[in-house]
């Protein structure tokens, strides 16, 4: 019986690969912004560097990019990097006024200025959509617009006030505005305001929403404490918390969306629920059909951002910081559903 038992062990950790391990460190990094996994690499955003890793060592293989506006550098938005997106075997780094590609060894093919400086590109059909900000009237927008391959644009597709100028008051839980992210020839619109995903094809056609009945989960006067701290402290917001903290505005629950990731024909979407030290995510097929939940250890770097997080191969990946070694290791959970879609 013991002989067994072993052995089907033996095949867990096999079948399920690095998910069994213990979290592993990924040398050099001091304060990681995002994180992408695929094609056998690891992508990690600092600043203006990018760490690139081997997704089956995870031993580092190069470091590049700096801070710039020349060949081969890259000028960060003032809230922080954006994550690389992966397509057509090569990676696409956005950067104000510039997008450009490097090969998944880290090696640059080429860089092209764009006249949407604060875009953010992802390839779509042959072009491009992008998110980013217009103005109108001395109002500030949050926009997605389908562009060209030459990154025109096309067509506008998705349009909101700034949180920070929605009537009423600033809300503070939607700040990290609006969630993009493209597959299978679609567009995915994340929006905490309306807490639902509005789904666009590549000729930027609006054919589905994503939603779903959510557990409510109770904004707590502790946490619109910890929010003031967090604006209060912030290098980039705290020139402005005088200014907007008395417009501040927290609803009496959390928005059901937080973030969500596709990882091939999988929508995975973490939401506010906590359950104890764990976060729970809700799935989904690409056409909005509820495929089940799970909670999952999800980890925090303060009360608006989680730690560095990636969804890939039917695993979570995530960046904690070992505050007692100085480390940034990598976690990694396979992801099983819990209770099955309905």
Request: charged share 25%; with cysteine.
């Amino acid at each position: 019986m013991t002989r067994v038992l072993i052995w089907v062990i033996l095949l867990l950790v096999l079948m399920l690969g690095m998910s069994w391990a213990d979290p592993v460190v990924l040398e050099d990094l001091v304060r990681p912004e995002t994180l992408t996994v695929g094609g056998g690499r690891i992508f990690v955003t600092e600043g203006a560097k990018v760490y690139l890793f081997d997704l089956e060592t995870l031993k580092p293989i190069r470091t590049f990019g700096r801070s710039g506006e020349g060949p081969q550098e890259f000028k960060i938005y003032p809230v922080g990097s954006e994550a690389v997106i992966l397509h057509g075997g090569l990676a696409l780094v956005n950067s104000i006024g510039k997008v450009s590609w490097v090969t998944l060894d880290g090696e640059f093919r080429r860089e092209v200025g764009t006249k949407y400086p604060f875009a953010r590109f992802k390839p779509l059909c042959g072009g491009y959509v992008g998110s980013g900000e217009d103005v109108q009237n001395r109002i500030y927008f949050q926009t997605v617009h389908i562009y060209d391959g030459s990154f025109e644009r096309v067509l506008e597709i998705y349009r909101r006030r700034d949180w920070a100028q929605e009537v009423g008051g600033n809300r503070v839980l939607d700040a990290g505005g609006l969630i993009v992210r493209t597959a299978a020839g679609r567009v995915y619109v994340g929006d905490r305001r309306t807490d639902a995903i509005a789904v666009f094809d590549g000729a930027g056609k609006r054919v589905l929403t994503v939603s779903h009945p959510f557990e409510k989960v109770p904004v707590t006067g502790k946490d619109i404490e910890r929010y003031h701290d967090y604006y209060r402290s912030h290098p980039f917001f705290k020139a402005v918390y005088e200014q907007y903290k008395k417009s501040f505005v927290f609803p009496e629950v959390y928005p059901w969306i937080r973030d969500f990731v596709i990882d091939e024909d999988r929508l995975f979407v973490l939401t506010f629920k906590r359950e104890g030290r764990r976060s729970v995510l809700v799935r989904f097929d690409l056409d909005g059909r509820y495929q089940g939940r799970r909670s999952v250890p999800f980890f925090d770097r303060d009360i608006q951002n989680p730690c560095p997080f990636a969804i890939h191969g039917g695993r979570l990946y995530q960046l904690v910081e070992d505050e007692n070694e100085e480390h940034w290791r990598l976690h990694v959970t396979p992801l099983i559903d819990e209770e099955p879609g309905a």
